[in-house]
Structure formats: C-alpha cells, structure tokens
C-alpha cells in the first residue's frame, strides 16, 4: 500500500544508504532528512485519511532501520563504541520485551500499534546524537544513559497503556 505517508517512511532506506560517503555534509543531510520524513509522515498520514496498519508497522520499522544501519557504519568506522550504539536502542530491548509479553498473554492480535510519547522523545533524541556524532562531537555518558532511562520509561507507558484499554 504506497501511500504519501508510507513512501515518506520508505525513503529512509536511500537515506541511510548515504552514509557508505564519508562526506559529512552528505551524512548530517540524510539525518536531518531523516528526521524530517519521521515528523511529517504521520501528519500525512491523518490529512489524507490514508493510515494504516501497515504504515503504523512501517514508520517505526524505517526509523529503526536508519538509525541502525548509521550506527552500523559509524561503528565500523570506530566513531561510536558498542556500549554506546546498544545503550542508543535500549528502548528497542524494551519494545521486544514488551512484544513478548503480548505474545505470552495472546493479546498480540488485539493490539493496536501506536507511537508512545517516550518513543518519540527517544528517536528525536537519536536522531540529535547521530547528528553530533558525526559532527565529531564526544558525549559524555550521561547521554547514553538517559536513553536507557527513556527505554524504560516508553516499557512502562506500553505496560501502562495496555492494561488501560482492558479496563475499557
């Protein structure tokens, strides 16, 4: 289903591919890039009545994706250490533990995909860090740690948020 919104989302996949250039303009274009499709593609989504479940998988799935495969490569690159890059996706661990519990209680098929406010603050944040990491700029790991701490937030407003629609 190729609508505005989702080929907005789609195009993240070109984008992150500009990071195999170590041209740095090239790289902080396709980040803000990046995260401009992130903010409007939703807004499209709602304006022309065309969401989805498909786009509601399909968003936060480019999102990841992108942010994965720039760390990947800044990585590779030795301009990001590996405790760094898995403490940026541990709200990621959360989602998945969260997914399993769906899974266990067999409530994966009653519900419904949406974005958490700790989830938007967490990928903003993402994209904001990429960008000074590749600018060159150290963080201290204090940065690192508050994606851990917006990780756990995001499980709880899941957790929270899934047992409000029960009572409902």
């Known amino acids: 289903m190729i609508t505005?919104?989702?080929?907005?989302?789609?195009?993240?996949?070109?984008?992150?591919?500009?990071?195999?250039?170590?041209?740095?303009?090239?790289?902080?274009?396709?980040i803000v890039l990046a995260m401009f499709t992130d903010s409007i593609d939703g807004y499209f989504a709602r304006k022309y009545k065309s969401a989805s479940k498909f786009g509601a998988y399909l968003d936060p799935a480019m999102d990841k994706f992108f942010v994965y495969f720039v760390l990947a490569i800044l990585l590779l690159e030795n301009q990001i250490l590996l405790w760094q890059a898995l403490a940026m996706i541990s709200r990621d661990f959360a989602l998945i533990i969260f997914g399993l519990y769906l899974g266990i209680t067999k409530k994966w098929a009653s519900y419904e995909v949406k974005a958490v406010r700790w989830g938007k603050v967490t990928t903003a944040m993402q994209f904001c860090v990429l960008i000074g990491v590749t600018l060159k700029f150290s963080f201290s790991w204090y940065i690192y740690s508050l994606f851990i701490v917006l990780g756990v937030l995001a499980f709880i407003e899941l957790i929270v948020s899934s047992f409000s629609k029960r009572a409902t």
């Not at 989302?9 to 740095?24: G, K, M, T």
């Open 4 to 30: 505005l919104s989702n080929a907005l989302s789609i195009v993240r996949i070109p984008l992150a591919l500009l990071f195999f250039w170590q041209n740095i303009y090239i790289r902080i274009i396709a």
